[in-house]
T-cell receptor, first 113, second 114 residues
């Protein structure tokens, strides 16, 4: 079964600085999708960014970007110019074919003013 | 579109009581899932469905039943609630083969079993 590992239960960053959240996954598939979800205190799950495994180019969405290393099965999230509103739980997730979305255990990000 | 809706938002049960968490989506998605979220555990899959009439177990199915009689609805039943089922429950849906396989989540139900 596919697994997703987030090795940093908690992280903190100064406002306006850059932070990187780590994620590794285990799969034998060659075609899959990877996601980062944000969960603020409101509890709502918000899609931050996605990456298709067949694309070599790293995905970017405004201040959010990923470092996708397919051979290393690594998928880190970089948040630039951190803002107070970025404070949340962040979940890395994996999807392949017709299977359910698999989540890591999450990283709680604090932003220090 | 209302997206994915869940009711209730909060619920308190006594041990042994039964209840149904409702989930509905109006996007004509075939794929629906139930997850539970516990501190330090991430989101764990309870049950999922790839279409009306088809359901399957996830990682933590014990104590929960599901059915999928329509495309829109995917209720989760707790037959005899236990304190270990205290959690936040999320329903989600997606259209397989849809744009980037994006999964949409409901707002969650916080369940407390005393």
């Amino acid at each position: 079964a596919q697994t997703v590992t987030q090795s940093q239960p908690e992280m903190s960053v100064q406002e306006a600085e850059t932070v990187t959240l780590s994620c590794t996954y285990d799969t034998s598939e060659s075609d899959y999708y990877l996601f980062w979800y944000k969960q603020p205190p409101s509890r709502q799950m918000i899609l931050v960014i996605r990456q298709e495994a067949y694309k070599q180019q790293n995905a970017t969405e405004n201040r959010f970007s990923v470092n996708f290393q397919k051979a290393a099965k690594s998928f880190s999230l970089k948040i630039s110019d951190s803002q107070l509103g970025d404070a949340a739980m962040y979940f890395c997730a994996y999807l392949s074919g017709n299977t359910p979305l698999v989540f890591g255990k999450g990283t709680r990000l604090s932003v220090i003013a | 579109n209302a997206g994915v809706t869940q009711t209730p938002k909060f619920q308190v049960l006594k041990t042994g009581q039964s209840m149904t968490l409702q989930c509905a989506q109006d996007m004509n998605h075939e794929y629906m899932s139930w997850y539970r979220q516990d501190p330090g555990m991430g989101l764990r899959l309870i049950h999922y469905s790839v279409g009306a009439g088809i359901t399957d177990q996830g990682e933590v199915p014990n104590g929960y039943n599901v059915s999928r009689s329509t495309t829109e609805d995917f209720p989760l039943r707790l037959l005899s609630a236990a304190p270990s089922q205290t959690s936040v429950y999320f329903c989600a849906s997606r259209q397989d083969g849809g744009k980037y396989n994006e999964q949409f989540f409901g707002p969650g139900t916080r369940l407390t079993v005393l």
